[in-house]
């Protein structure tokens, strides 16, 4: 189920959009200034982010370029009272993937959001980025990156890495990732998971960046932005 950010700060259009958002089966996180959308922004799971421009305590527009610079790689669709030709190239050129007028038919902006999914997707709706926070994982070009910092992985951290991104939030065992990372099936190879996670650990929790990778006592591991439970 996709999850959406809308930003927007009049408060009956972003119930509309929230509503209609939900019916129509997306997961919707709601803020309704500059500063929330970009604190959620920077801290969630995203796959796409509605962001109007004109906004309390940040404009839009900042938003927009500050989570471009960062790394963030989801699509963005700006939707705003804005429609001037500078106000579409500043918002264009600022990182929007598209650039919605209001007023505005809700489904337009359906379909338009479809659109911008389906570009994030390869053929037969396989994802082409994974995330958790402000980790980002593009699977095409094997490049991972967290707040817009690019992390060298070897071939078998950056597998290792996909495999529990795949399953955000969910604990999985030394035994299934030996299996399906290591393609091995007599459990032998447990112990090196643990070392490949300690060098996975370190070069993705560097720095300022908080905790992603998190042992699961009895389990495993998990990837995600809080502990995870069994």
Same mark, same amino acid.
């Given at each position: ?6 930003? #927007?700060? *009049? +408060? ?13 089966? /997306? @997961? ?16 969630? @799971?995203?796959?796409?982010?509605? !962001? ?13 370029? #500050?989570?471009?610079?960062?790394? =963030?790689?989801?699509?963005? $669709? ?7 030709? +500078? ?16 007023? =505005?038919? =809700?489904?337009? !902006?359906?379909?338009?959001? %479809?659109? !911008? $999914? ?7 709706? *396989? ?22 910092? *690019?992390?060298?992985? @070897?071939?078998?951290? =950056?597998? &290792?890495?996909? /495999? &529990? ?42 720095? %300022?960046? +908080?905790?992603?990778?998190? @042992? ?15």
């Amino acid at each position: 189920m996709p999850e959406l950010l809308v930003i #927007e700060d *009049e +408060p009956k259009l972003l119930r509309i959009l929230q509503r209609g958002l939900q019916e129509e089966g /997306y @997961t919707v996180v709601a803020a309704d200034n500059g500063a929330d959308g970009y604190r959620f922004a920077s801290s969630k @799971t995203l796959d796409a982010v509605i !962001l109007d421009l004109m906004l309390p305590d940040r404009d839009g527009l900042s938003v927009l370029r #500050e989570l471009r610079r960062e790394g =963030f790689s989801r699509p963005i $669709l700006v939707v705003t009272a804005r429609d001037s030709v +500078p106000d579409r190239v500043a918002g264009l050129d600022g990182g929007a993937d598209d650039y919605l007028v209001k007023p =505005f038919a =809700f489904s337009e !902006l359906l379909a338009r959001l %479809r659109a !911008l $999914l389906r570009r994030d997707a390869i053929p037969g709706g *396989e994802v082409t980025r994974l995330a958790a926070g402000n980790l980002e994982i593009d699977l095409l070009r094997r490049r991972v990156t967290r707040g817009g910092e *690019e992390i060298t992985l @070897t071939n078998r951290e =950056f597998e &290792l890495l996909e /495999y &529990l991104a795949r399953r955000l939030n969910e604990p999985v065992s030394r035994e299934s990732i030996v299996r399906e990372v290591w393609q091995d099936t007599t459990g032998i190879l447990t112990k090196v998971v643990d070392v490949s996670i300690n060098h996975l650990r370190r070069k993705i929790e560097r720095r %300022r960046w +908080p905790k992603l990778l998190h @042992t699961v006592r009895g389990v495993g591991y998990c990837l995600g932005d809080a502990p995870c439970r069994d």
